[in-house]
């Protein structure tokens, strides 16, 4: 019988994913500010422990910060110390260690102008002040993002120390025994405002063009490239557009997606908006596919699509159709961590469940 597009295996470098379908980073707001900054828990065990017990290929882990002001909350993960490692380790290890063939990266994130701000379940918006644990954020320039106060702009000295900071945290996951590593350079945080014209106006030199916006990222990626193994793929998230002028920002996307590529990065994960308060999206289901197969097309990298794609067979029409080379999900998962094992029987093929869940298989109850 033939494997249905989303069950093929892919392989990037020396990794090699069991199919197509994984986890993507969803910030979950739960480390303890105060006892334990940055350092994550038993609810992210449980998390994305549950994903592994799915059968998703690869989770990839929370934005994880590179330094403390790099979060976006004070609730979130990091990986800045070597308590945050061995806090990972813990989690690395238990999907690592299911008998199934679940892998695991880590998002490495440096939230910018974007940083220091409420959860989403605080009941409050905007920054964080000091007197509740917030900080200082920095950007490239002094110009706030709607709504939040304005940061630093920052000196080189402030944006070479970022990017010693990315592979610092780098070498710490490969130590804490990650699969792979993706840099977040999407929605709106650090990486992704140097990028863009809308917020990175600098007239020195990480500025005033193309190539200066893209100085830091590939800088980024040149560093944690040299600090992670070369057998590791390194994968980067993008927003192709902000939805102000989608075609010039899938130009200056696909630009910047070929000289990544060029510096060593294996896969890019498509996602779209984040620099603007109230950018004019156009939703629904698969929205941002045909951004992934625009870059896809133009560049010639492998990349995965994201966004309000929940059913397998719409995952699978969007590998076949050549949209993207990887389904990743989010909100689906969270509904239904079996999400992989279900979308299997779907699409009329199967995959093992884990024996303690083998009673509620499809097979067995349908």
């Known amino acids: 019988m033939t494997v249905p597009a989303l069950f093929e295996p892919i392989t990037l470098r020396d990794l090699t994913l069991a199919h197509r379908g994984w986890v993507a980073p969803m910030c979950q707001y739960s480390c303890d500010p105060v006892a334990a ?20 290929a690869l ?30 380790r813990r989690i690395v290890d238990f999907v690592h260690t299911q008998g199934i063939d679940t892998k695991i990266g880590v998002q490495l994130a440096h939230a910018g102008r974007k940083a220091s701000t409420y959860a989403p379940f605080a009941g409050q918006h905007g920054s964080v002040p000091e007197s509740e644990h917030g900080w200082t954020t920095l950007g490239p320039t002094d110009a706030p993002f709607d709504g939040y106060a304005a940061p630093t702009a920052m000196t080189e000295e402030q944006i070479l120390a970022v990017v010693d900071d990315f592979a610092a945290a ?6 804490a025994g990650f699969d792979t590593v993706e840099l977040h350079a999407a929605h709106g945080y650090l990486l992704h405002e140097f990028l863009s ?10 500025g005033g063009d193309d190539e200066g916006r893209m100085r830091l990222p590939l800088a980024v990626i040149d560093a944690v490239r040299a600090a992670i193994p070369d057998s590791m793929p390194l994968l980067v998230r993008v927003s192709a557009t902000d939805w102000e002028d989608i075609e010039a920002d899938l130009t200056f996307t696909s630009k910047f997606v070929t000289l990544a590529h060029e510096h060593g990065v294996d896969l890019v994960d498509v996602s779209s908006a984040g620099n603007l308060g109230a950018p004019k999206v156009r939703g629904g289901a698969g929205y941002q596919t045909g951004f992934a197969e625009r870059i896809r097309r133009d560049t010639k990298v492998p990349t995965s699509t994201v966004g309000m794609i929940t059913d397998p067979v719409q995952a699978e029409h969007i590998l076949l159709s050549g949209q993207a080379d990887v389904i990743t999900v989010a909100r689906a998962a969270l509904a239904d961590p079996r999400w992989w094992l279900r979308a299997a029987y779907r699409l009329g093929h199967e995959l093992s469940w884990v024996p ?4 509620v298989s499809p097979s067995r109850v349908f």
């Open 37 to 56: 900054p940055g350092v994550p828990t038993d609810w992210h065990l449980a998390h994305l422990g549950a994903f592994a017990l799915g059968r998703a």
């Open 356 to 359: 303690q869940y083998e009673r």
């Open 197 to 206: 014209p809308l917020v990175n106006d600098r007239t020195d030199g990480w």
């Open 59 to 88: 989770i990839i882990t929370e934005a994880s910060a590179v330094n403390p002001e790099g979060r976006i909350s004070p609730q979130d993960a990091g990986i800045w110390n070597d308590e945050q490692a061995a806090a990972w």
């Open 170 to 175: 780098a070498r710490r996951a490969v130590d």
